[in-house]
């Protein structure tokens, strides 16, 4: 028997889907159940399986017996708009679930990179925050629990479905920027805001540096932005570097803080942009990091902002890039080798500021990996996690890579 | 216990910095909770991290077990060590390292004070946000362990959230660093400070602790608002949440514990008649924002049935009203010989519900149960006062607890929100864990302590777990 054949055998034919470009195997388990079953088998088998969501952000690259998608797990049994939570399976598109959550006067203030259809369980899984940051927190700051399944079959459930929760150890943190290493999450529970009934967006063009100091000094006033990105030229497809400023939240609030932006723009004139501009100024961002090959997080003290900055533009060039000074949070986008990667991860080190690879091709993720240089005593830590929640190996996730 | 261990733990603290006498030990044998109590064979109080290294070694070349402990002030009974176990105390490092204004973080040791650590960083104009009501005690190395929260918890986040770095002394004595200074979530690898942060004291020992400063708020408002019953009051909660306010605090307390607040020192001027009051917070950088939306507030809670709304005309007004909440759990104090503090919390919606669930409970018990508790949050507080000399009594308290922690945890709850499971609620463990979940948490502390010697007999029911294979080798001794 073929591994399809017992995976047909195992799941039904409606979990198998067509093959992708390079011929392995691909599941749609149907529950959550259903992905411990193949799991435990795969584990049992030896089978190297990789994870998949809808397919939009990591490449479909690694090698392995089967892949695993989460795509058909995309109910959302649970929103409450009264307690603002709510519970959807790992495999629903960011953008269904948004739109079911807006149908019900509730958001999910996060505004991962990617396509708008990548799935829940990819942004959980590599922790990709995006400008929102800025304001609401990193990824984890919005996860109430998961469900994750382990690269033996077994289901662990972590967290619950309330505001506060410290029974037990966290796990899901653990799940939270794990990159799959610790297994498949299938099930999300969710802290929600009210949709914001003001949400405008003002841009600022100018000079790297001079924007650095405008973004300095809106902190420094105290506003409090949903998202404060500075943006490159060629990501934000303007002539200089742009200085994005979202303001989102009570009216009374958003008012107030559009009077303190302009004392706050050093002389600049922030434009203000229709709503329509402002979606699709945000949508380009987020799409722009899905288009070139490699993709990469850096995180620092927000007074080094600026060097990393340059950095970045020695040692890769300017390529595509979106930051949130205030956050300390670097993303750059565009093409690098693995030579160059690493030397970077090396040189960032030295600064303790880690490097996370988001995404990239499979040579240059395989070898570079997602984490590495890890500081004192991290290694075997990571390593003993590893293996208590994959001890077969079965899920193909270049973690420290070679 | 080893001969030796006693002489050698003095020689690396000093003679004075080792309790050995039991009359000395039995002053550790609790924490903020009566109903438990352990005494230790051996206190040993380090001055500085080189001392808590050198102890830590030594106690694991010898295969001791032992359990970190701050202030003392937990509520789970977390802090407690049995006989064979020594307790590490770490009050005596109380320095604060650094505060970096221009990136809004501090570096401190175990042992600084929680409203210390908040005094510090107001010159700066920066805040350590969480703030338990222990906080004039309670140290930030507790509050890491047990991922404290506090009043404005609501808006701020609780601990978990202002912690971006550790440098973390693991039972084989050997050093590790979590996280970066910059907080960004990877660390350098997956977050591994997220999951030591509320491990309570089961993966090590936190010597050096980076956390995240947030700016001083401009303008407060602070609204005292009474009720005329609980479920109203609660369904009041409700309202403002749904409208999408989210207020720096949203507190409740009922009769039973407004009338000992007004009957002790810290009266704040609450109604005694009211069956309930919420004090609600907004706070935030422009004063015509934050009064617009206390206005907003005032006008929710009056919609839902509120008998007055009072603003506080002072800053003196609000410190009295913020001690009165605060000081509540002492003041609590006159009612009875002992006091149980529960936790549990609710989704918020089910506060009514629940709140009226627990009254009854009270009732059928002839239990005295004064509520105090982070509403916003769901985060109830059922508070038991008892004599816990009276055998009868104290089994009704034990049976009355866990009918209260069946009553949140049937409402989609959980059993403890910001006071830990210590060994007080490992029996409720098993009510919202499965067997292999409960499993795979043991086996992650196996990673970080394979011999289980850090707080042993804490967090986790081991009866209650299926097997997980060990993952990391034991230590050679």
């Given at each position: 028997m073929t591994i399809l054949d017992k995976v047909t055998a195992l799941l039904g034919e409606g979990a198998v889907l067509e093959a992708g470009t390079d011929r392995v195997p691909r599941v749609a388990p149907g529950s959550p159940d259903a992905v411990a079953l193949l799991l435990g088998t795969a584990h049992q088998e030896g089978w190297r399986v990789r994870i998949e969501g809808a397919g939009t952000w990591l490449q479909s690259d690694a090698p392995a017996d089967l892949a695993l998608t989460t795509r058909r797990l995309d109910r959302v049994p649970a929103i409450e708009p009264s307690d603002l939570t709510a519970t959807a399976e790992a495999g629903i598109g960011l953008d269904q679930l948004r739109q079911q959550l807006a149908d019900r006067?509730?958001?999910?203030?996060i505004d991962p990179p990617?396509?708008?259809?990548?799935t829940l369980g990819s942004v959980v899984a590599t922790a990709t925050a995006g400008p929102l940051r800025h304001g609401f927190g990193p990824i984890k700051d919005h996860l109430l629990g998961v469900t994750f399944v382990t690269g033996d079959g077994r289901m662990v459930q972590s967290g619950g479905r309330v505001m506060k929760n410290v029974a037990g150890y966290d796990l899901t943190r653990l799940q939270a920027g794990g990159f799959g290493a610790f297994g498949v999450i299938v099930l999300v529970h969710l802290r929600l805001r009210t949709l914001p009934r003001a949400d405008i967006t003002y841009v600022l063009e100018g000079a790297r540096e001079d924007l650095t100091q405008v973004g300095e000094d809106i902190a420094a006033a105290g506003l409090t932005p949903a998202a404060l990105e500075l943006v490159s030229p060629a990501l934000a497809r303007r002539e200089r570097w742009v200085l994005a400023v979202r303001l989102a939240g009570s009216p009374a609030l958003v008012a107030a803080d559009e009077a303190g932006l302009g004392a706050a723009s050093g002389g600049g004139r922030f434009t203000p942009l229709r709503a329509e501009e402002a979606h699709a100024f945000w949508m380009r961002l987020a799409e722009g990091f899905a288009v070139r090959p490699v993709t990469f997080r850096i995180g620092g003290v927000p007074t080094a902002s600026d060097e990393l900055l340059d950095l970045l533009q020695h040692q890769l060039g300017d390529e595509w890039i979106s930051a949130s000074p205030a956050a300390g949070a670097i993303r750059w986008t565009g093409d690098a080798s693995i030579d160059r990667l690493q030397r970077l991860r090396r040189t960032l080190a030295g600064l303790e500021v880690p490097l996370t690879?988001?995404?990239?091709p499979w040579p240059q993720r395989g070898a570079v990996g997602h984490f590495g240089a890890y500081r004192e005593g991290v290694g075997p830590l990571v390593a003993g996690l590893r293996r208590t929640f994959d001890p077969g190996g079965a899920l193909v996730v270049a973690t420290e890579g070679t | 216990m080893f001969p030796t261990l006693a002489r050698d733990l003095a020689a690396i603290v000093g003679e004075t910095h080792l309790r050995q006498a039991r009359a000395e030990r039995v002053t550790y044998s609790m924490d903020g909770l009566p109903t438990h109590r352990r005494v230790p064979d051996l206190v040993v109080l380090p001055g500085s991290r080189e001392e808590v290294i050198a102890v830590v070694r030594l106690l694991a070349a010898l295969g001791v077990p032992f359990v970190p402990r701050g202030a003392g002030t937990g509520l789970s009974g977390g802090a407690l060590a049995d006989e064979g176990s020594v307790l590490l105390v770490l009050t005596r490092l109380n320095r604060i390292l650094e505060i970096d204004k221009n990136n809004r973080r501090a570096v401190v040791e175990p042992g600084v004070v929680n409203a210390k650590l908040g005094a510090a960083a107001k010159p700066h104009g920066l805040q350590y946000a969480p703030d338990p009501s222990s906080q004039s005690a309670c140290t930030i190395g507790g509050n890491v362990a047990e991922n404290a929260g506090g009043?404005?918890?609501?808006?701020?986040?609780?601990?978990a959230n202002h912690i971006l770095a550790l440098e973390v002394l693991l039972a084989d004595g050997s050093l590790v660093e979590l996280g970066s200074p910059g907080g960004e979530p990877g660390g350098g690898g997956p977050d591994l400070v997220g999951v030591f942060v509320g491990s309570e004291g089961n993966f090590g020992v936190a010597t050096k602790i980076t956390v995240r400063l947030t700016p001083l708020p401009r303008a407060i408002r602070t609204l005292l608002a009474d009720f005329s019953s609980i479920r109203t009051a609660g369904e009041a909660v409700s309202a403002i949440i749904a409208a999408g306010i989210v207020p720096a605090a949203l507190e409740m307390m009922d009769q039973s514990c407004i009338c000992a607040v007004e009957d002790s020192v810290y009266a704040a001027g609450y109604p005694r008649d009211a069956a309930a009051i919420l004090l609600v917070e907004l706070d935030g950088r422009d004063t015509g924002a934050v009064e617009a939306e206390a206005d907003a507030v005032a006008d929710l809670l009056r919609k839902a049935g509120a008998r007055s709304v009072r603003t506080a005309a002072s800053e003196a007004e609000r410190e009295r009203l913020w001690q009165g909440r605060k000081k509540a759990f002492g003041a609590m104090g006159r009612l009875s010989r002992d006091l149980v503090v529960q936790d549990a919390v609710v989704p918020r919606s089910a506060l009514p519900h629940v709140l009226d669930t627990i009254s009854t409970i009270a009732k059928n018990y002839g239990l005295v149960v004064s509520n105090v508790f982070h509403a916003g949050d769901g985060n109830l507080h059922p508070n038991i006062s008892f004599d816990a000399t009276n055998p009868t009594l104290k089994h009704s308290v034990e049976v009355a607890s866990a009918e209260i922690m069946a009553t949140c945890i049937a409402a989609g709850g959980t059993i403890t929100g910001e006071h830990g499971v210590g060994i007080d609620k490992l029996r409720y463990m098993p009510l919202i864990f499965d067997a292999e979940s409960l499993g795979a948490m043991l086996a992650v502390r196996r990673v970080f302590d394979p011999d289980e010697?850090?707080?042993?007999?804490?967090?986790?029911p081991l009866h209650a777990c299926r097997e997980w294979v060990s993952a990391r080798p034991r230590a050679v001794a």
């Open positions: 006067g509730a958001w999910l203030a990617g396509l708008a259809g990548r690879l988001e995404r990239a | 009043p404005h918890c609501l808006k701020y986040g609780v601990t010697r850090v707080n042993p007999g804490k967090v986790v």
